[in-house]
């Protein structure tokens, strides 16, 4: 029999080798360039060793491996303007690591009360409400979650259109709490079985509704569309300046030599800044250029009047008409707006950035009639591609195409199915980055867009519910799920470190 020092060995051991497969596999699999697949796997290593070790290990061995992963980030943390290490940066990578723990302990929990299939679908019930709480309470919405990493995976992002992205924070941690029942000590055959067959049952509605969707696309209207960012590295120039007079006149000629057919371009946010609401350096050459190319612009812009700067969306109509002005309804600095603004001919809806952390106004433009949403973007470089993965997911939740113009980032064009069909990275030789393509009109309105969060609401009664039977149930009352470890008390599970 092993002497009590060899299992605290041991039990060390296990922690140890948790804690380094948990945190290289988050650091890959999340993070600012995921490998989408590592993603499913991160959480297993630290899920197969909670119920062997006490549940202060567990816990702690949670919370440091997914704190640990966040090293991904901490360099452009470090010298990011909107999430700085300290304190944003770190309240963010230490709030998710908390979450995780809070979902390995709620798990752990379950093994330990002997209930496989509860176990089951409490980590990803944990953690996909807790996120949702943190959504509606966070002034910084929500981004680089585990649906945002899934986002170069249409086929995942499917469940979206019907759950939001809570549907897909709880497929990817279904699979690794699956395989860490199925693995877990003192089960019979038969627990492990009913385990494994609702993931399962759970993968193949969401994968395989998924699936069907991405085939069953209805090859509707299709619109070619425009995303035009200067790779130049100064912010808002002043129309006042010849620097800003000169990059309009280049951005006037880069939409001049677009393809035949262009319908709706896109500049990225804060193009362009002046303190006159009604600057004539801007509206009078892109009318003219709306109007000569018979196409739609929107264009960034900040006004400050001295004693509030507003981030604005211009809307160039292709008739050359008055602009139409969409204020930025998430912002930290500009005051916020309240009223959606289309593109001429109702399909098009107009956002800024920031807008998509949040679910709204992307659902009400969605309610609207918006098939396709033109968005002006500005991000830090590094985290281009996690923010337009954001705007995908929005899409893919509401069935509308996205042009996203991204100034130093990641600018991209995707379909109402989460399929990207231009993206590139700011940044090049030349003057600008440009994107065209033919995207079909996004199917619209889609289950989420009508009924909300639903999802993430049942997510949070099924954790309640794991929270309430987690009790212990009356002496001599067997565990339903059969496991032999519950009925024989701790067994050798609980010798921790």
């Known amino acids: 029999m092993d002497s009590g020092r060899e299992r605290a060995n041991r039990a060390r051991g296990l922690v140890a080798a948790a804690l380094v497969g948990s945190a290289v596999l988050f650091f890959f699999g999340t993070g600012l360039t995921p490998v989408a697949t590592l993603t499913w796997l991160a959480p297993l290593p630290v899920l197969l060793v909670a119920p062997r070790v006490s549940c202060l290990a567990a816990v702690t061995v949670a919370f440091v491996a997914f704190l640990l992963g966040t090293a991904n980030s901490w360099a452009f943390q470090l010298r990011s303007h909107d999430t700085p290490l300290w304190p944003i940066g770190l309240l963010i990578d230490a709030g998710l690591a908390a979450v995780f723990a809070v979902t390995v302990a709620a798990f752990r929990l379950q093994l330990r009360r002997g209930r496989a299939v509860l176990a089951t679908v409490t980590a990803p019930a944990v953690w996909t409400g807790v996120l949702y709480l943190v959504s509606i309470t966070n002034p910084m919405g929500l981004g680089g979650t585990m649906s945002n990493l899934q986002g170069d995976v249409p086929v995942v992002l499917q469940a979206a259109a019907a759950t939001g992205m809570w549907g897909v924070e709880f497929l990817v941690l279904l699979v690794p709490s699956a395989l860490a029942v199925v693995l877990a000590p003192g089960f019979r055959a038969a627990a492990r079985v009913r385990a494994g067959a609702l993931a399962v049952t759970l993968l193949v509605v969401g994968l395989g509704a998924g699936a069907l969707r991405l085939a069953s696309e209805d090859a509707g209207p299709v619109r070619r569309v425009a995303a035009i960012a200067t790779n130049q590295r100064a912010w808002a120039p002043n129309l006042a300046s010849p620097a800003g007079r000169d990059l309009v006149a280049a951005y006037v000629d880069r939409i001049a030599a677009l393809p035949a057919g262009v319908q709706t ?118 985290n281009g591609w996690q923010h337009s993965r954001t705007a995908l997911v929005r899409g893919v939740e509401n069935g509308q195409a996205v042009i996203w113009s991204d100034r130093t980032g990641t600018v991209l064009i995707s379909d109402g199915w989460g399929r990207v069909r231009a993206d590139a990275h700011t940044g090049g030789p030349g003057p600008f980055t440009t994107l065209v393509a033919d995207v079909p009109l996004g199917p619209g309105a889609t289950p989420y867009s009508r009924f909300g969060d639903w999802y993430a609401w049942l997510c949070l009664a099924v954790a309640l519910s794991a929270l309430v039977t987690a009790f212990p149930a009356r002496k001599g009352k067997p565990p339903r799920d059969g496991s032999r470890t519950a009925r024989a008390g701790s067994g050798n599970a609980e010798h921790g470190v």
């Open 265 to 382: 371009i896109v500049l990225p946010e804060q193009s362009f800044s002046s303190s006159e609401a009604r600057p004539a350096a801007l509206l009078e050459p892109m009318r003219q250029a709306a109007a000569v190319r018979r196409a739609d612009i929107v264009v960034g812009f900040a006004y400050s009047d001295g004693k509030a700067k507003y981030n604005y969306a211009l809307v160039f109509p292709a008739d050359g008409g008055e602009p139409l002005t969409y204020l930025k309804h998430h912002d930290a600095v500009s005051p916020p707006g309240h009223d959606l603004v289309f593109v001429p001919g109702g399909e098009t809806g107009v956002e800024i950035c920031f807008d998509v952390n949040f679910p709204r106004p992307s659902r009400d433009y969605a309610q609207a009639g918006a098939r396709i949403l033109a968005i002006p973007a500005s991000d830090e470089d590094d």
